[in-house]
């Protein structure tokens, strides 16, 4: 009984199950939507040169920094972003130009925030509860394989899970947006390590990398904040043995997560919340963070801490709990 | 069948499986009290005992599923406890309801479990298949199975590691008369042919009564009897009859002469009637019945239930 065949087990029934059907049609249709109306969208706008537009709109970023009643928040926003802008322009690189592999990128920002954290959380709140709801932990249980093994094995077709679906998510969108904006760019420049300093961005940490460096960088990142999710909702499936609950307590801590920074911007502790910190490869890729003091380091080590606590706490419940009717 | 080749009454017989005064608790309640017993190599044990007995909690306690409070389970000699893996090598079992993975095949759900067994376990799928008759549905999805052919797949996949002990929680559970005498003969088969002990729990004394060859009864989380099937049914079902005859009520009367006899239905034409009467004064009272002109079309002796086998062993108290 290789660990081998265990994790063949977990694979089998993952790729049996509806739900992975289910995922890679939802990471199919949406990102399909988004190419489309993103494409509809930039035919009726961008006519213009691009340094043209881009001067307006630091001209619109100046004025809204001069207007007394702009929030504070805004007035931070407005000033990194201007700082950004200029700093492309000086560099003669386009901020907005867009290409298959310039989409494929956004996507990892994009996807980071929600949708990739949701998809962890289909695979993995099911994981131990499934086999709870259809009875088999009784059989799975009673074979002569520890129950540690058998834990393992179930984490490990999850992260391989895990690592498909941000992979091919990738490669969807790259197919897509190249239909939309051609295949062709990977070896642009693409501008990282924006930086804030105090109130302001810091253009000496900017570098200029190839376009496709950066693209590996962020679903790196995107794939390891999703690999997070999948740790923690992996705990709920043990501890709460019901899917629906598993999955609902995940989509509510998700929500909040998303919601907590926009409502209480100023509640410094959320920082040390494993939800504030998924988008990574946002906070990479230099957008000003909800909350100061965020930056991918800090919000990596975050993410690891739960992970690691996540899986720690699985395994002991797991190995330790009398399974009953 | 080769049945004698098990040694049963030769040498002393050899125990493969025994709960040694397992307890457990829930909060106050004590579901399982002090319960031992041991199985033997070759023999089908029963488990009987009502719905809510602890049967089911006891059996979770010898597959290790749950920890007992106290007291242990040795298979083979092994603590199950201190010696998990290896001594689940020895054992095969289905737990209160035969689950498998519905979305998978039969013989998907065969090659799953075999992974979790030593190499050579799905070299047995196709002859096990064989064995439980499913051969020719081992490639549809379990969903659309019944209930007696997930019985049966649950039975194969217990028999995958080539086990020293099946345990089976109510196989006869919701299956039909004909589904029942299938799963009955090939665990009667599996004891006699393979030596594998089958342990086996049951709410119905007729299937344990029909099924095995020792019986264990808990009632109330506590063992009340353990010993050969005969012994116990005999206990109580020798004095029980049911007669078909005519007139029913003549014929109660009679009886009633030898001990206590009552009408079970048309009291006036062809009826039933339930008698208890010792053994020895069966004949007497059939002769007593002739001669009254009652026509006697059976007789037969009437199945102790379960409650009269429970009255017998507790002496009376309430079930």
Partial sequence: MRFSGLVENEILKFSRQRRFRVVILILVA???????????????????????????????????????????????????????????????????????????????????????????????SDVVSGEFAQGTIKLLLTRPVGRARVLASKLAALVLAITLTVLFGGIVAYLFGGIAYGYGGWAAPALTGFRVAGERLDPASVRSVLLWQDTILAYGLAWFATLCVGAIALLTSVLLRSTAAAMGTMLAALIAGTILPRLAPTWESQKFLFVTNLPLPDYYSGSPPPITGLTVGFGAAVLAVWAAAAVAAAFAVFVRRDVLA | MNAEAVPSESAAPEVVLSAEHLTKRFGDREAVSDVSFDVHAGEVFGFLGPNGAGKTTTIRMLVGLARPDRGRVRIRGLDLAHDFRRAMGHVGCI??????????????????????????????????????????????????????????LGIAQALLGNPDVLILDEPANGLDPAGIREIRRLVRRLAAERGIAVFVSSHLLSEVEQTCDRVAIIHRGRTLATGPVRELVNRVASDGLRLIVRPARRAAEVLAAFGHAEVAGNADGEGEVDARLPKESVPEALRALAAAGVDVFAVERSLASLEEVFLDVTGGETV
Avoid at chain 1, 50 to 66: C, Y
Avoid at chain 2, 125 to 146: F, G, P, Q
């Fill in chain 1, 30 to 124: 949406l990102i399909g939507l988004i190419v489309f109306a993103q494409a509809r969208g930039r035919e009726r706008f961008h006519n213009k040169d691009w340094h043209v537009e881009t001067q307006e709109r630091m001209a619109r970023m100046q004025n809204m920094l001069r207007d007394n009643r702009t929030p504070p928040t805004w007035r931070r926003w407005a000033r990194f972003e201007l700082d950004r802008l200029r700093y492309h322009l000086d560099h003669n690189i386009d901020p907005d130009a867009v290409s298959g592999p310039l989409f494929a990128r956004g996507f990892a920002n994009a996807a980071s925030y929600l949708l990739l954290p949701l998809l962890a959380i289909v695979f993995a």
């Fill in chain 2, 95 to 152: 737990v209160e309801s035969p689950d498998l993975y519905r979305y998978l095949t039969g013989r998907e759900n065969l090659v799953h479990f075999s992974r979790m067994l030593p190499d050579g376990a799905a070299a047995r799928i196709s002859e096990l298949a064989s064995l439980v008759a499913l051969t020719e549905r081992l490639d549809d999805k379990v969903s659309t199975y019944s209930l007696g052919m997930r019985q049966r």
